[in-house]
């Protein structure tokens, strides 16, 4: 197989310019790049792509942390990441975490060994502290107000769209008000955001209302049949689409009012509301922060979709 010497001494020109027509540097006459192109072309040459991303200090090849390979959260905000990075040449590695430390660290060190240009931190467990650590290596994003932090992000307006929604039912009649959660709120900010806001705004809730540990459309089954046990309910707050579609199994909407998450497919079908918090747009613009010199943060405005 020929190397980039072989090219050299058949062209008769240095190692360096032959590098520099690899790497499309500029300062390279076009009689010396067409001849090298074509034999290049002739041996049927491809070049070292890591050898090459080592030389310019630049792979065009980004990483996303992400908690679940499979949940509706991360694929929507992965595909707003995904169509920004392709119009832009970039590879894009997903990094699954399942919400443990130890595994997101072990990204972070490999970031900092160079195995990538950036990052973009869907959502994480570990602490914003320990990523600050790691911005001296390359550019980090998080999905997620990083307060005070050091660390550019692009956050949801979560907390403004639950205090309309439960002021809204609040002023229709609505009082007995259930939820399905995910994870804990003494690990989940989103969780304990949900239900601190549902606290101000409605009440103080009983345990019976809410379904936590919910992440599925088979959870949201589980969920229904729990609340189809519950007398003169009258809307079922949920954290997902697809857990709505599953509540919606064992409730009836015509009794119960059932809201949903993120504008899915699954509530475009079965014709339930939903709130749109616009992950595909916070992905894009997540990537995008990457290649910012400032430290910056934005807040992606919300819709909610009536459909009942």
Known sequence: ???????????????????????????VSEEKRTKILKIMHDLDYIPNAK????????????????????HPYSEKIVSGILGAAFKEGYKVTLLPTNYDPNIEKQYL????????????????????ETIARYLKYAPIICCED???FPISCVSIKREESYIDLFTSLKKQGHSKIALTVGRSETISA?????????????????EVMIVRN???????????????????????????DDVAAGVLQHIDQENVQVIGEENLLSSQLLGFST?????DQCGAAAFHLLFEKSNQSIAIPYTFIQRI
């Open 146 to 148: 990083t307060g005070d």
């Open 275 to 279: 709130i749109d918090h616009h992950l």
């Open 1 to 27: 197989m020929a190397n980039i010497r072989d090219i050299a001494k058949l062209s008769g020109y240095s190692v360096t310019t032959v590098s520099r027509v690899l790497n499309n540097h500029p300062y």
């Open 51 to 70: 050898a090459r991303d080592l030389s310019s200090g630049k792979s065009t090849h980004i990483a996303v942390m992400i908690p679940y390979a499979n």
């Open 214 to 240: 919910c992440r599925s459309f088979e959870d949201g089954v589980n969920a229904g049949i729990h609340f189809s046990k519950i007398k003169e309910l009258d809307v079922i707050v949920t954290n997902g």
């Open 109 to 128: 060190d490999e970031l900092a060994a160079k195995a990538w240009d950036g990052m973009i931190i869907t959502s994480k467990k570990i602490s914003f």
């Open 190 to 206: 989103s969780t304990a955001l949900v239900l601190e806001t549902y606290q101000t705004v409605i009440g103080k809730f009983d």
